[in-house]
Structure formats: structure tokens, C-alpha cells
């Protein structure tokens, strides 16, 4: 089997784009892959295009040495715009490999070790009494992993965001919730790294201790050494490693303790090669994976097979629940999808991923300039998303 063709299909859904990547052979078995990296899709497009030229004639089945030769044979190995169309690749192989072959894509992992695969929920509020409704509802709903975010301190269209507003009234709502909702539940708070250390550690001491079970990305990620010294100001559980684009970046965190629940993105990380290099590692010291899911259904098909495959898996993110719905699951555009059953996915048993794209509904859906919201302080700094 040889690899004929490699497809791009920039694609708006819901509101904003997934870029979809096609892999075709000579025996008419093809693959599907997902790149992350949003907002910056046509520069993963422009690297999906050098790698084109590699890819033609390989055998689809030598996944890792084709990992090897993307990565290696460029002498500027990485980086989260080659890693994010290496993703890609690398899921659509997985995918072409389980269809060859008439497994599911688990099965190229080492088997299934659960049949159903749990997720968490997202929500927000622009008051408190709103923020415990909608955790009462989830709860309702049997979600019981929550994840919570941010207060802002001002009106969301200003696009002014200050750390030191929010902080203090996050940390009132959230003690609120868990006095609301008791112990049972599962809180976390995502903070989309928009705080200082000095800003996620007063967070964190302001509520009573066990207020919240995790801490998603509250600084930004480029220096361990920071979230070591913010490790040793609060016992908060931190859950890191969304925009990880390789294992040696999520390394430091495994090592050094940094991270409790690794967020590994598999459409950012290198695909399913280097997850499970990743997931064992955490595996040796004693993480659980918690993976960031923020894009379609090929994204969430190829997680829930990697969490379908691994012992230390927490729960995985999706983006649709009573209180929200990004409508990135579109079925006019995805055909055959995973289905959602309840707050969580059953681990399909057909060959590959378990996902079709609409090729044909993508030409009346074309690529929209998508930029992530533009933050600044009241001083006109600028501030994370």
C-alpha cells in the first residue's frame, strides 16, 4: 500500500474553523486526521503542503518511521505549527492502519481497557446565583466533573480583562458553588493562563482549602521553573499541558511534578505516537490524562480510542452539554460521528477512528478569517484569551 494523495480541508463549524486532513492510497483505504492549533489553520495548511511531497509514495502502515521522518529530516525540528500538521498525519495513518487491518484504532494501542469513555462539562455565568443554577443543572444532568470559568470583573464586549479584579470574585463564587453542591462533585476552574504567579497563588489562597479538585492553566507554559515555584506556594491539583507540542515540552511537568492532570492535546502533541510516549510517562508517575478536546468529531474520535487504550485516564473535555453548545459537531458535515451518551462515549468497535467527513458539503463552507478574542488591561496592555 502506497500513499497517493493528501488532502486539506480548512473548514468553518460552528463558530470557528477545523482543519481536516485527508490521506488516500492506492488501494482506495484512506484516512482522516484533525490539526489543532486554532486560529492559525492556514499556516498548518502551508506545512500539511512541504510534507505532501514527503508523504506520496510512503507505506502508510510505518506510522512511527514516517513520525521520524517528518520530524527529523527538516533540521528545524517542531514547533507547534509542524507538530500541529504532524498531528494531523499522524491520526488519518492510525485511521488508514485500523480500516487495513478491520480494528478499531484501540486496538493499534494495545486494546480497550473501558468500555465507556467519561467526560466533564464547561460553564459560565455572570453572577454567582446564575454560576450554582447552571452547576445544579449539570448535576441534574449526571455531570459530575465541572469545569468553571473565570469571572469578569467588567462587561465581556469591553474586552478589558484585569487579573486582579477577577481573582478575588472568582474565588468568592467559587467557594459559593461548593458550599451549593457539597462535596461530591468534581469543581475546576480553567484560567486560560491570564494570570502572574504571584496572581494564580493568592487565587488559590483565598478559598478554603478543598474548594476546588483542579486548577487548568493559570499561568502560560513556556517556563516550568514557574509553575515549580507556584507549585510549592499552593496544594491545589493544576491541570497543564493543552498547547504542549511535543513530549519533551510536557516533560519537565512529568518530571518535576508540575502537573496533576496532564491536559495533552492529541491534534497539537503528534498525534497518537507521541500521546502514548506521553501517557506513559505520566503512567510511570502516577498523572492521569484529562485531554483538551475543543475542536470536531475526529479530534474527540481519536481521544476517546487513546483513552480508551491507556490505564491513567481521568475524563475528557467536549464542548457540548445543557450549558453550552459550540456546534462543532455538525452532522451535514461530519456524517458519522461518536454520539454523546449522557456525559459520556462508548468506545466504538469498527474499524479505525469511526468518523466521516462530508467532502462534498465542504465546498459551501469556506475558510473564515477566525481570530481568538483580544484581551487588555484597563491600561491597554495586552492581556492573554
Known sequence: MKITDVKVYPTWVGSRN???VKIETDEGIYGWGESGLSGRELAVEGALRHYRALLIGQDPLRIGLIWQL???SQYFEGGRVLTAAQSAIDIALYDIKGKALGVPVYQLLGGKQRDYVNCFATTDADNVEQLIERCRLLLDH???IIRMSPAY???RDAH???PWASIGITAEWCAQV????GSGPVLGVDYHHRLSVAEAASFCQRMPRGTLDFLEEPIRDECPEAYAQLRRMTDVPMAIGEEFSSKWQALPYIEGGLTNYMRLDICNI???TEAMKVAGWCEAHYIDLMPHNPLGPICTAATVHLAAAVPNFFALEVRYSPTEDLHFYDENIFPVQLKLE???FRVPDGPGLGVEFNEKDFAGRPFKFWEAPKLYRSDGSVQNW
Do not use: H, K, S
Not at 461548593?178 to 453542591?181: D, K, L, T
Open 18 to 20: 477545523q482543519l481536516i
Open 178 to 181: 461548593r458550599a451549593a453542591v
Open 153 to 155: 470583573a467588567g462587561p
Open 142 to 144: 449526571g455531570w459530575r
Open 70 to 72: 517528518l520530524y527529523r
Open 270 to 272: 503528534g498525534g497518537f
Open 342 to 344: 449522557g456525559t459520556r
Open 160 to 162: 478589558v480583562w484585569e
